[in-house]
């Protein structure tokens, strides 16, 4: 029987630290997002002065922030309620197993998902619905409840465990299709990394050297990354141990090198959590054998997993035109077509479910053979039994809902796909169980990354003075930051903004509002040290659309700027406080309005909340992550130590 109850402890105090990353991280931006006096206030989203019943209220909206008048307290107070929840639920499932319970993973994903549904255009992220679907799934992973015999393995531990490892191929191989079928002449022409470094959200500080890489290695690394997403996945599921461990590191490689070059807050770790599925407990605790037949099959085993790798490299060598040059280069390029990738990607869908029916299904069967022959004792038996066949069910429909976003990839298998799944599906939908998933469809930023830039004045004429953001490249001299596992969610809609108009983003017109208020909760979100009217705000705002290069190699070195960079046009006209289209709009919008009739009648915990606030708000974000994850680390090794010294 394959062992996992260690390894799925691992996977789940990982999830915990996720949970940890997310809620902190969120809790830290709520006035200046979703505030009273925030850009996009969450009071707009619920009406509390309605008498409509609370039943059919969340209906219409399900989220628990329709509770705050119960605990005598407004919107804005409730979301921070629900945010430190769940800080705290999170933190003590990473630093004790025994709240890694399903109990406390339900929790966990109802409180995220509240917020996720009050928390408009800044969390239609991606990585957002995968915290969903991952959590959701963590409640049937999880154990009922803690048991001092936790490191006992029980037959059904492996079903429910299977389904991350189905949700980490959906999330790779979707995000190594889309790259192709979108028809992005940048990454048909390999070019992508050339272009990504320097046009993707927030830049590390490495992305800047990964960028002046020479040419043919970024495209060799192209290369690779198409082979990491579309072609590893599949080997998740092969019957050879070693193989699936080797594409494990294959994995975790990937997500390293985003990491180090890329702030993309908690996404890549938990990727890498995800990723544990593809372990078992044996790989943790390696058994040293010295029966022949054991190392015969080892050595075997060895040479197979040598084969797969080498027949993959072999056939990245043939598609990929890889050729060595006399100058110690590698050139590189597809050699297929966009219709014969089509050809076979159409194929390659139907194909991938068969194998993960064929997988689960051996895995269902070795979970049942084990509780009827590993399981001591007549009733011992029929309790193993009946709970492997609930976990049956309830695994077998999740991957039957999955299969609806999944076959969504290709437009041939819409009409393959049950009419009467899809209804289901559509039913469910909102709740995030499953999603489709697939980033970088089209590279973006060919010409150069774009960036919108605010400005204040109080005069019309000028002079004009820039707003600074915390970690999106403003200030050319300004140096790129390490974020992550921190999104500050203003600064990557920032980043969407300037791929489009402000007509397509409403909500710039209240930022733009909340700058000429000098509204402290949002310039918090900034740069405020900085800020030329830290002080006073300013009676005009506007925004120009820049374009933004990384600074030549040698310029560098010789210590000047990290980016040079041009104006392209107007973004959005000059406005003033008082300017009529400006406040019709925003009243039209319900950001403007009257102060909510309903007070905080609960003292004691608003001054709870408050005194929480003012000492978290002192702390830069990215700084206080990573101080809680190394205080959970710290009480994690002291428990440790305790109890290994009682033993002794």
């Known amino acids: 029987m394959t062992q996992v109850r260690y390894t799925r402890n691992l996977f789940l105090r990982g999830i915990c630290i996720i949970y940890l990353f997310a809620n902190l991280s969120f809790y830290i931006q709520i006035p200046g997002l979703y505030g009273d006096n925030g850009i996009l206030p969450v009071r707009t989203q619920l009406d509390l002065k309605g008498r409509t019943p609370l039943l059919h209220k969340l209906k219409q909206k399900p989220t628990l922030v329709w509770f705050a008048p119960y605990l005598g307290l407004n919107l804005e107070y409730m979301l921070d309620i629900l945010a430190l929840s769940g800080v705290?639920?999170?933190f003590i499932g990473f630093v004790s197993q025994k709240f890694c319970i399903t109990l406390v993973f339900a929790l966990l994903w109802l409180l995220y998902y509240s917020l996720y549904q009050i928390g408009q255009t800044f969390m239609w992220f991606q990585w957002d619905v995968l915290l969903l679907e991952a959590g959701f799934l963590c409640i049937l992973v999880a154990p009922f409840w803690y048991s001092h015999h936790g490191k006992v393995n029980t037959p059904s531990d492996t079903i429910p465990f299977w389904t991350i490892r189905w949700l980490l191929f959906r999330l790779m191989f979707s995000s190594g299709v889309v790259k192709l079928t979108s028809g992005c002449p940048i990454w048909w022409k390999l070019d992508a990394l050339s272009v990504h470094f320097e046009s993707q959200c927030?830049?590390?500080?490495?992305?800047?050297?990964?960028?002046?890489l020479p040419t043919w290695f970024l495209r060799l690394t192209t290369v690779f990354v198409n082979i990491f997403e579309l072609v590893i996945p599949f080997l998740f599921f092969f019957p050879n141990r070693k193989v699936r461990i080797t594409a494990f590191y294959t994995q975790i490689f990937?997500?390293?090198?985003?990491?180090?070059?890329?702030?993309?807050?908690?996404?890549?770790?938990?990727?890498?959590?995800?990723c544990i599925s593809l372990l078992d407990d044996q790989f943790f605790y390696k058994r040293k054998s010295k029966n022949d037949s054991h190392k015969l099959v080892k050595y075997l085993s060895t040479i197979l997993c040598i084969l797969v790798y080498a027949g993959i490299l072999y056939e990245t060598y043939v598609y990929y035109s890889i050729e060595f040059t006399k100058n110690w280069t590698v050139q590189s390029n597809i050699a297929f077509t966009q219709e014969q990738f089509n050809h076979v990607f159409s194929r390659a869908i139907p194909v991938s479910i068969y194998i993960g029916i064929a997988s689960l299904s051996l895995t269902i069967a070795d979970a049942v053979m084990n509780s009827l022959i590993t399981v001591k004792g007549v009733r011992n038996k029929i309790t193993t039994t009946l709970i492997t066949g609930l976990y049956t069910v309830a695994v077998c429909s999740m991957f039957a809902l999955s299969i609806v976003p999944?076959?969504?990839?290709?437009?041939?298998?819409?009409?393959?796909?049950?009419?009467?799944?899809?209804?289901?599906?559509?039913?469910?939908?909102?709740?995030?169980?499953?999603?489709?998933y697939g980033l970088f469809r089209r590279m973006s930023g060919a010409d150069g990354r774009r960036e919108v830039i605010i400005e204040g004045s109080n005069t019309i004429e000028g002079p004009w003075k820039e707003y600074e953001f915390l970690?999106?490249?403003?200030?050319?001299?300004?140096s790129l930051p390490f974020v992550a596992p921190h999104q500050?969610?203003?600064?990557?809609?920032?980043?969407?903004?300037?791929?489009?108009?402000?007509?397509?983003?409403p909500w710039l017109m209240s930022l733009a509002y909340r700058l000429l208020n000098g509204q402290p909760e949002v310039l918090a979100l900034m740069n405020n040290v900085e800020s030329p009217f830290r002080d006073k705000p300013p009676k005009y705002i506007k925004a120009s659309l820049y374009r933004y290069h990384y600074t030549p190699w040698s310029q560098q070195w010789n210590k000047q700027a990290w980016w040079t960079r041009e104006k392209i046009e107007e973004y959005f006209p000059t406005f003033s406080r008082d300017h009529p289209p400006l406040i019709e709009y925003l009243t039209r919008m319900k950001i403007i309005q009257d102060?909510?009739?309903?007070?905080?009648?609960?003292e004691p915990l608003k001054l709870l909340l408050d005194s929480i606030r003012s000492i978290v708000c002192k702390i830069e974000a990215s700084l206080l992550l990573w101080g809680v994850y190394t205080a959970g680390c710290a009480?994690?090794?002291?428990?440790y130590n305790t109890s290994t010294s009682k033993k002794k």
């Open 635 to 639: 009480i994690i090794m002291t428990s």
């Open 471 to 478: 970690y999106k490249p403003g200030n050319v001299n300004n």
């Open 254 to 274: 990937l997500q390293i090198n985003i990491i180090a070059t890329g702030n993309y807050n908690f996404f890549n770790f938990l990727t890498i959590c995800l």
């Open 406 to 436: 999944y076959t969504a990839l290709h437009e041939s298998h819409n009409t393959t796909v049950l009419s009467r799944l899809k209804q289901i599906q559509g039913k469910v939908e909102h709740l995030r169980l499953v999603n489709s």
């Open 202 to 212: 927030i830049p590390t500080p490495l992305a800047w050297y990964a960028h002046h």
């Open 88 to 90: 705290v639920l999170s």
């Open 595 to 602: 102060k909510p009739v309903f007070k905080v009648t609960n």
């Open 488 to 505: 500050p969610r203003l600064d990557w809609q920032m980043w969407f903004a300037a791929l489009g108009t402000y007509h397509q983003n």
